[in-house]
């Protein structure tokens, strides 16, 4: 079963808008990653937390991370119509180099 | 972007035939990675390898198999296609040796069809 569960499927804001992606999980984690893929392309990474941190900032980018409940949520401030894409939290629990990737959000953002 | 080749990108094959997808990796990293990607399932880890020769099963590995013969290239096969297994592929490949850790670069993908 999958370890990250994406918390909406589907999200669709107007440009300028803030976009906030959930993820929960079921056993300890190292560190929980965020990628995004766009329409028929391959993943790319966005950000990385590890389990000891609680806060990340990237650009428009904020990552936080609840060990206690077992969730990361991402938030991106200012959406553009560019940020259109699916994103996917992907943890890493330590186990040789496996990530476990969730369902993902499909965010669409209408200019 | 990190240097991966998947081949082929789109096929279409018969079911029962054999299919084989190959990652080509120019980074020198350690661990490749293959994940099938399908709606309402998203990423899932077929097989992985953390080294030449070295290889083990992820999540839905039954239906294929793999060999990692030189650190750039990784081979997925699947031994007689079934249409369960008409998805989209991701090769994708990590060096856990960076202190910014196990960050995944991913190939563009190879669309399969089994008919």
């Known amino acids: 079963s999958q370890q990250g569960e994406e918390d909406p499927q589907a999200l669709s804001i107007q440009e300028g808008e803030n976009a906030t992606m959930n993820c929960s999980y079921k056993?300890?984690?190292?560190?929980l990653q965020w990628y995004r893929q766009n329409s028929g392309r391959g993943l790319v990474h966005l950000i990385l937390i590890r389990s000891n941190e609680r806060e990340k900032h990237s650009g428009r980018l904020r990552v936080t991370l609840d060990t206690s409940k077992k969730s990361s949520s991402l938030l991106i401030t200012a959406s553009r119509a560019a940020d259109t894409a699916s994103y996917f939290c992907a943890t890493d629990n330590n186990q040789g180099g496996k990530l476990i990737f969730g369902q993902g959000t499909e965010l669409s953002v209408k200019p | 972007d990190a240097g991966i080749t998947q081949s082929p990108r789109h096929k279409v094959t018969e079911t029962g035939t054999p299919v084989t997808l190959r990652c080509h990796q120019t980074e020198n990293h350690r661990y490749m990675y293959w994940y099938r990607q399908d709606p309402g399932h998203g990423l899932r880890l077929i097989h992985y390898s953390y080294g030449v020769k070295d290889t083990d099963k992820g999540e839905v590995s039954d239906g294929y198999s793999v060999s990692r013969s030189k650190t750039e290239d990784f081979l997925l096969t699947l031994e007689s296609a079934t249409s369960s297994q008409t998805s989209v592929y991701f090769c994708a490949i990590s060096d856990s040796r960076t202190v910014s850790g196990n960050t995944i670069y991913f190939g563009e993908g190879s669309w399969l069809t089994v008919v």
């Open positions: 056993t300890s984690i190292n560190n």
